[in-house]
Structure formats: structure tokens, C-alpha cells
């Protein structure tokens, strides 16, 4: 099916073998995909304290190449991408031209004038045109390569050890944000160390009539050491007991990088002009005289859990709103990001709770993120 084709949800090279294993599937994105196999809060355990493995292939890969592609991105994203060496990753972000975020990405540099931008499912064609738009007057060529990838995680403390039955390629060497072209169960795959769980674990960049055999042999692999197949909802409060942001919840059109705390990741230093530049200057000197807003994590003192939009609320007024809300598997309490004024965000501020359906529950607050792997 092409990337086009909007009719029905687009299946991933893994789909039949998700159905077999008695997978409960969900539209994400215009994706079907595998919500859980079994009991969310297992998997979700299993990845913290062994290994799961995630289908992942919803993701938009695209290939930006040519002499001026370094150029063509540091116009583009917020980021200094000609700064990454070959075989590293950064986080980044693309934004309008008001500095609103378009979406928040991972670019690989896989050789000098070639690179790998991966985005968000659900805003995957928007990076598309943006980026093919903003090409305009670079030696550089974008591609839609979202056919050409499957891509799978495996995640957890057992992960390394999984992988390294597997490949010869040399895992203790690949840092975190990091990838490097190798061979995984006989697979050509990109290993790329990085994730949205929180822990260490690894992301394979591989040809989708090669995702079955790779996936078989990564189950087969870690069976003896627990490992699990995990679908969306344990991925979703992995990525929330990490503090990690997720698109259309934590970052919006409506919000800058400063807004959402994270204006660490625009580079105003690099070389020429980027998209968004002067409203992102104008941004974060605002941020700094009025501080906006300010993310922090919300543990329940009770058991009901918030959920994206609750207004939270101290002394009778609304400070804030939920942008995520989850029970916690690791903590044993329900468990929310929000975005609070900045006289409520010092954790252990009292008197702060969550409006939900009329009743004010209390919340402690806290520093993100809620959880932390030990090295």
C-alpha cells in the first residue's frame, strides 16, 4: 500500500504475526497497530526489569542526501545537524515559522551527506513537505523512504545481551544516541541505541520482507530471559514514567520549544538562518522575563487517574492542564505530566490537585522524570 492510501489503516510487515500471537490491535495514526499482546502492566514490567520487544514501523523514515544536506537541515530543523558526527543521532525539532513545534525527531547521520530523519507517525508526511519545501535552493534531495523500513525495539536491561547473541557488531562500543550499519540474525540492519522507554535498548532500522525473520529470531533470543512482545499502551507509560514528551500531548503547534522547556535543543549559534529563528529569539527572551508555563510530573495521593485536558487546580483556581495521565506500574500510584504556572511548578509545592469530573484529588508534585534507570 503507498503512504498515499488514507482509505484504511496501513498494516506493518509484522501484521500477521501480531494477529497470531493474540495481539489486541488499534488505529495510531493511521496505522494498525498492536495495543497489547496480554496485560499491559506485564509488559510494561517486563521491559523494566528484562526486555520487550515493539513493532515500531509506523514511524516516518526520511533520507535526506546530497553535498548541501547538512546545509538544507540546519535551515530547516532548530538543531545544529552539521555538527553530528557520521554514526551518531540527535533529538531535535522542525518548527513553523512562528515557532510553533511541527514535530520533535531523532536525525542519524549515516555518511557525510547523508542522513536519516525520523518522525512521529502522526506528523510524518507533515515533516515531509516541510522539509521537501524548505529544499528549495539546496544541492540536496529529500525522500519519503517509510516504505523502504520496518523498524523494531527491543528495550531493557537485557537487551544488550539479547542483541549481542545475534550481531558481532560491536554493541559496547555504540553509545547512546548512536547507530551503526551491521548484521543482526543474518539481517543487514541499522542499530541505532536509542528509545522511548527509559531504558537502554536498541531501535533496528531494517528492510520490511526482512521484519518477520529478524523479529522471530530477537523472541527467540531473549524467551530465555523473559523477554515479551509490548504493544502502544505499555510503550505510552514507559515514555511517561521517563518524562519523555509525546507529540499532541506535550508538543503542539501552540507551543514553542521554550514553552515546553525544552529551548536546550534550538542552536541559535550555527551557521545561516533556520525556520523560525526570530520568533523562536523573541520566545525565549520571553521565557525569560515571564516564565510560561512549566512541565512537571503530578503523583496521585489517591487512585484516580487524570487524563490529557483535566484542568489542575490550587486554592480554587486553575493553574495548569494534564497533558498525559497513566497508572504507574513502577510507582504503584496513578501518575501525570501537566503544564503548571511557574509559582506551583517547585516540587513539594502544596496545596495542588487534579480537577477530575468535579472532585479536586491531590497531587504531590515532583521533579520529571518520575523514574530513572540505574547505570
Known amino acids: 500500500m503507498s503512504s498515499t492510501d488514507s482509505a484504511a489503516p496501513r498494516r506493518t510487515a509484522l501484521d500477521a504475526l501480531h494477529r497470531s500471537l493474540g495481539a489486541t490491535m488499534t488505529d495510531f495514526a493511521g496505522w494498525d497497530m498492536p495495543l497489547r499482546y496480554g496485560s499491559e502492566r506485564d509488559e510494561h514490567v517486563a521491559v523494566r526489569t528484562r526486555a520487550g520487544l515493539f513493532d515500531l514501523s ?23 545537524i552539521a555538527s553530528v558526527g557520521v554514526g551518531r543521532a540527535r533529538y531535535t525539532m522542525i518548527c513553523r515559522a512562528d515557532g510553533g513545534i511541527l514535530d520533535d525527531l531523532i536525525v542519524y547521520r549515516l555518511a557525510a551527506t547523508e542522513y536519516l530523519v525520523v518522525a512521529n507517525a502522526s506528523n510524518a508526511q507533515v515533516v515531509l513537505d516541510a522539509l521537501v519545501e524548505r529544499s528549495a535552493g539546496f544541492d540536496a534531495e529529500v525522500r519519503d523512504d517509510r516504505d523502504a523500513y520496518a523498524l523494531i525495539a527491543v528495550q531493557g536491561p537485557e537487551s544488550p545481551g539479547i542483541l549481542k547473541s545475534l550481531t558481532d557488531a560491536d554493541l559496547d562500543g555504540l553509545k547512546y544516541y548512536a547507530g551503526l550499519p551491521g548484521t543482526v540474525a543474518g539481517v543487514p540492519a541499522l542499530i541505532a541505541r536509542t528509545g522511548y522507554t527509559g531504558e537502554d535498548g536498541f531501535e533496528l532500522f531494517v528492510k520490511p520482507e526482512h521484519a518477520v525473520e529478524l523479529w522471530q529470531a530477537l523472541a527467540e533470543a531473549g524467551s530465555p530471559v523473559g523477554l515479551v512482545p509490548c504493544g502502544l499502551s505499555c510503550r505510552d507509560t514507559l515514555r511517561l514514567e521517563a518524562g519523555m514528551p509525546l507529540y499532541g500531548h506535550e ?82 500510584r496513578p501518575i501525570a505530566m501537566a503544564y503548571v504556572d511557574a509559582a506551583h511548578s517547585a516540587p513539594g509545592t502544596a496545596g495542588v490537585g487534579v480537577d477530575i469530573r468535579g472532585s479536586h484529588e491531590p497531587y504531590e508534585v515532583v521533579a520529571l522524570p518520575f523514574y530513572k534507570r540505574q547505570k
Do not use: C
Open 251 to 332: 508538543l503542539t503547534t501552540e507551543l514553542t520549544p521554550f514553552d515546553a522547556g525544552l529551548g536546550r535543543v534550538v542552536k541559535f549559534e550555527k551557521e545561516g538562518d533556520f525556520v523560525g529563528r526570530e520568533a523562536l529569539a523573541e520566545a525565549a527572551a520571553r521565557a525569560a522575563e515571564n516564565p510560561p508555563r512549566v512541565l512537571v510530573g503530578l503523583v496521585a495521593e489517591g487512585r484516580r487517574v487524570p487524563r490529557a485536558g483535566y484542568p489542575v487546580v490550587a486554592g480554587g483556581e486553575v493553574i495548569g492542564a494534564v497533558t498525559s495521565g497513566a497508572p504507574s506500574p513502577t510507582l504503584g
Open 58 to 80: 509506523h514511524m516516518g523514515e526520511i533520507t535526506v542526501t546530497g553535498p548541501r544536506a547538512a546545509d538544507l537541515l540546519n535551515h530547516a530543523l532548530v538543531g545544529n
